[in-house]
């Protein structure tokens, strides 16, 4: 789970448009949430407070197996809505198997604008901080969003009690959707690095063709209404400068003095088609239900990776390489376009696994370190809405050492509110086939799913030849939320080693 500031760091991320996810530092982000989760050792209190929407402080207690602590803040130029531990959405709090809609995150990035509503320079912006009270090392973090492309993150310690431990990084991101490419500094070592991510595939191509046509259409558009507020009917030019279609004049309501933003909403529901309960969904907040049909084929795309770093104090460096296959959720059915009239398929907004119940997302990645000789390679699924596995191999072509790993994830859901009828035929969320998806039997079935049977609490399990075994148990308990984990050792080759290494529990409240 989560700890209250990198959660609240995700959430500026979402609420900026920043997709995280297109960054090769983030190429195996599905098999580390499922194989590599941290279990919590000994006992952790976590207190959190939301005094108002742009600044949060937080404070832990740590009692065992040392007496420690920490105070903490964090402040945003962007108002950041965020739920008490009692209300919040649980699956939010868990680095967890994400399903990616590829056109949904492109178009949320391409919203950002330079300027906000009043005309002004917008400015994102997050700095957070946190001080340890035993030996007073001190960490922060400022992240600052340049342009709709572009930002960097600066993050420090400093620990008087270790000199060696204290230093510096930065890095500079520049997402453009269908690359990505990072640079960083450190002053640990001097490390410099240098790291990249495309994205091909035809599903990706024509996906990100339709979003940068949708911008481009949305943004002469919105230029166009601005100036012509007045005016009885609005042409919008094609790029081959023939007229293409006209907009009837603003509505009383907008003359009459209302702000700007209803009407670029109006604006881009007619160049779109799509409303704003559609755009929403994001990362599976508040998704519409999302209706699926068959497809001929499973929709996907690749992304290939590579890192270059080299440190200055040690005269040596590295590269990586790594390639990754994502499935995309199928295009919903044609909807009919409010300019003329024509049909295209919809994208798929909703992440929530139970808005897809006739397709299984899968994720595969590969990746190399030629230098030191390390090939990892993985399988991840999500077999069923409240069920993932992932699977990995590593291996050494050097020492021949190897790994065999495999995790689960499973979502536990509670009843809320009245048991359905036992005359009631529940409908299955297993897809009949894998290669051809099956039409759901009820239109609003995901959206009940997730209001009768909420989610309360995930349990994820692995076992590693080496590693060992671990689970984890997190839920919410009224108002608490908490992480109670187990890691012992199964496969170890000293046979006085004890088994049960560590036991621990987490508790995180927020108000």
Known sequence: ?????????????????????????????TSRALLDFQAPQGLSVRLSKLPSSVFKTTTTVDALPILEGSVGYLFTSRALMIDDSASV??????????????????????????????????KDYLLSGRMNLANARLEALYSRRISKHRQYVISGISDPASRSASHLSAQFQY?????????????????????????????FDESYGDMLNEGRHRQQSEEIILNNQDSGFIELEQESGETASAFPSPPDSISSGTSKTSTLESLRTQVTGITKSERTGYLGEDATEEWTIPSERIRGYWSAGAEVYYSATEKLGGVSTGLRYRTLPPLAPAAASATDGSTAPRYPTSTAPE?????????????????????????????????????????????????????????????????????????????KTVGVPDLPTLGAGARELEE???IVGVIKARLGTQSGLAIMWEGRFNKLLFSLGFVGHIFSPHAQAPIVKSVGLEIQYFS
């Open 1 to 29: 789970m989560y700890d209250f500031m990198e959660y609240c760091l995700r959430r500026y991320y979402r609420a900026s448009g920043w997709n995280e996810d297109n960054q090769y530092s983030h190429l195996c982000a």
């Open 175 to 203: 997402d453009k959707g269908k690359y990505c490419a990072e640079m960083s500094f450190t002053t640990d070592d001097g490390l410099i690095g240098i790291r990249g991510l495309y994205n091909f595939g035809q599903d």
């Open 355 to 431: 808005h897809h119940q006739n397709y299984i997302p899968v994720t595969i990645t590969q990746t190399l370190n030629p230098i030191m000789g390390h090939v990892s390679s993985s399988y991840a699924a999500q077999v069923h809405p409240d069920l993932g596995l992932c699977s990995r191999f590593d291996f050494n072509l050097y020492s021949y050492d190897s790994e065999l790993t495999a995790g689960v994830e499973w979502w536990i859901r509670g009843w809320k509110g009245t048991t359905p009828a036992a005359d009631q035929e529940p409908s299955s969320p297993f897809p």
């Open 452 to 454: 009768k049977q909420p």
């Open 89 to 122: 959405r649980f699956r939010h709090l868990v680095d967890r198997f994400r399903i990616i809609c590829l056109d949904h995150s492109i178009r949320e990035a391409d919203h950002w604008t330079e300027y906000d509503q009043d005309g002004k320079k917008r």
